[in-house]
């Protein structure tokens, strides 16, 4: 019976610092000059690397089973992939000038845990405030990540006495769009922001032709200024529900200075809205 004991005691042992063990994570190596091609057992709903010098690639308006990596020389990084039942997958990545493997095939056992805790013979419920939580997180990990890479939609600019309004990219992922925007000031005065909107212009056909403007509300705004100072320059990421639109409509981006008059208004083709990185 003492041996029984025992011999409980240590298995009971050996699963607590199993538990407590941190999970080794793969890596996967990359390079600039090849794909190296990733094969999830479901489809990928979310895809993200840690570092800009990599780039997970994947089809995100309709879920497929794989994505694309490609690194350039840096430090070593990590991605972390969400599969449509939500199943996490972490991997170290890094960059490596010579490939020996250019596909993986990754089972089910290599995920480190699910985003929703299974729980047995009860139903879970998410309230509205850990939603909105976790939506703002990943809004503000993704802003953040396009902030940090140099990737262009074309040359949209305009300027009003020394201030210049910039949008660099616009970018769809998910179920949102993402207006990178710069304000440039280069006059010899500070340059306080009142407001800058996004609203839809729809030309009305007719005799009497008019223009109709439908404001855009975003949901979420990453690192917008209230000030740019003398000679600075201030970048920002709105992110809005997705949307599309016809020949006879366009955006408009409003720009207004709090007790000034060096406002801005910027008219977006339906062609960048349509076609976005």
Known sequence: MRTFILILMVLISAFTKAQQQPIPLDTIYANDTKNVALFFPEPIRQGITGSDNFVFTYNREKEQYFGLLQATPGKES???????????????????????KLNYFIPLSNSIGNEKP???????????????????YYYQKFCSYLLNRKQRIGRIKKRNEGIILTVENIVFDKDELYFVIEIENNSSLDYD???????????????????????????????????????????????LPKFSLSDDRRAILELNEKDGERNIEMKLSHRYINNPN
Do not use: C, W
């Not at 299974?118 to 703002?136: A, F, G, P, Q, W």
């Not at 839809?200 to 690192?223: A, D, F």
């Open 78 to 100: 990590n991605l972390l992939v969400v599969n449509r039942n939500g199943s996490i997958f972490s991997y170290i990545v890094r960059y490596k000038k010579q490939l020996s």
């Open 193 to 239: 922001l009142n407001f800058l909107n996004l609203s839809i212009e729809t030309r009305q056909k007719g005799k009497r032709k008019s223009l109709q403007r439908l404001y855009q509300e975003p949901i979420y705004k990453h690192n917008l200024p209230s000030k740019i100072k003398e000679n600075e320059r201030a970048r920002f990421v709105y992110v």
């Open 118 to 136: 299974i729980v047995k013979d009860s139903v879970l419920v998410e309230s509205s405030e850990e939603l909105v939580d976790n939506s703002n």
